[in-house]
């Protein structure tokens, strides 16, 4: 598939149909995901959908990634809940806009480079999780409240109706490609079930039922809340948590959507992007969010490459929020339903059930504890800080079993000790077995060619092993250790003191070899 470059490159040509079309398509699927995330966050819906306006709009003209599209999420929905319901949607606002200023930091610093830390199988449970996330979002629609407000799933013909609304959806999605990509197959289903819908008169739930869209622009509003040191006690570790996840969700899916295409995105950029759109909506009273992998897949499999997609759906849904809400309001869920399903089928990384049994054990492991936490919790930056974690682990694990030792007598009497493999602090006992300090000869050679001391624990396992040579009064020799390593070697206490003795029977030798 073609790679269209962003808008402003007008080098680079841009199917404009395409984009225009596809933008249409995913402000019509903006609508019922922010309006659920704001219902998450114990918000209104109009903060949801005017943060998917105005996140939308400033990310889609600055940000690294062309063709991906933000908004309002569900990530940054779960960690404002609690403070939404203990100090009000002001402290809300306040709280995005210090969020924007740590991710604008974080990109200035350049900090976005460190997502390349994110090792693949955390990738896959990653996209893995959010495809269940999203997928098990959508059941809701077949459910229905009772007079107490408690829901219950659909029966009789309204189940029915929708099952088949739905299925009918997913159905053109897949099948009008195989005829025409002409027209995106996600905006055809949602007109064909739309017209069903209207023309038939069929009784079903529409946008409408779930909520009002109706607005206007959205208001300058600076949050009211005291500018003091217990207002930022309260919020900062809010902050911190939006912050992270709004980051780590927009370049994991930065990431995907590279994949996909093909191109590469821009981290830092993105970063910056990210932090100043949620800086822009805390003071145009927005909820705050992030990129959006759902949307960002609708909106890369109707064909869109580039920056004018991502403006007109944040322009389109802010049409559709001041002059066009009657008509959404009669767009049914069952349509959007469809769309969601079949952009959770596609998220899916169904090559890595393929995988297990191929993959190593400890890696199918690492996805699917990612994905469950994902799942679980809807907490992208813990799941992939988990899932960080256990793999440094198990490199550190698997590193430490490689650390070895070449033993031989040259006929000067003079034992050598060839090391291979990191001397590091998971390592470091299984180096300290190799040597035999009280049977070794008056002199001994430790040969660092084919290693390296790779941190402080290292360090402090060589002083040790220097100590131990001491005490039994022979003569260490320690070769081709890296510059930083010998300097540290000569700071260290053991070393300066070795260094000083006068006993000419004894010295530690760090060679220049």
Known sequence: MRAYLN??????????????????????????????????????PLTGLYAAFTIGLVTSILGGRPGMISGATGAVAVVIVALAKTHGVEYIFATVVLAGIIQLIAGVLKLGKFIRLVPHPVMFGFVNGLAIVI??????????????????????????????????????IWGLPKLTKAFPSSLAAILVISA??????????????????????????????????????VILPYAVIVAGVGLIESLLTLNLIDEITGTRGRGNKEAVAQGTANIVTGFFSGMGGCAMIGQSLINISSGARA??????????????????????????MAALTGVMVMVAIGTFEWASIRMIGKMPLHDVFVGILVAAITVIFHNLAVAVLIGVVISALVFAWENAKRIRAKKYTDDKGVKHYEIYGPLFFGSITAFNEKFDVAADPAEVVIDFRESRVVDMSGIEALNRLTERYKNAGKTLHLRHLSEDCKLLLKNAASIIEVNVMEDPHYRVVVDKV
């Not at 079309?21 to 903006?30: F, I, R, W, Y």
């Not at 600076?222 to 003091?228: D, G, L």
């Open 196 to 233: 069903i819908v209207i023309g038939l008169n069929v009784d079903t739930r529409t946008v409408g039922d779930v909520a009002s869209i109706k607005g206007g622009f959205p208001p300058f509003h600076i949050p009211a809340v005291p500018f003091s040191w217990e207002t930022l006690q």
């Open 7 to 44: 808008l402003f490159d007008f080098k680079q040509k841009v199917n404009y149909k395409t984009e225009i079309l596809s933008g249409l398509t995913v402000a019509l699927a903006l609508i019922p995901e922010a309006v659920a995330f704001a219902f998450i966050a114990g918000l209104s």
């Open 307 to 332: 920056r004018l997609s991502g403006i007109i759906a944040s322009v389109m849904l802010l049409v559709f929020i001041m002059f066009g809400s009657s008509l959404i309001e009669q767009v049914p």
């Open 135 to 172: 997928f098990m979002s959508q059941l809701v629609q077949f459910k229905v409240e009772d007079a107490t407000g408690a829901l219950h799933w659909m029966t009789g013909a309204p189940l029915y109706i929708m099952v088949g609304l739905v299925l009918l959806t997913m159905l053109i």
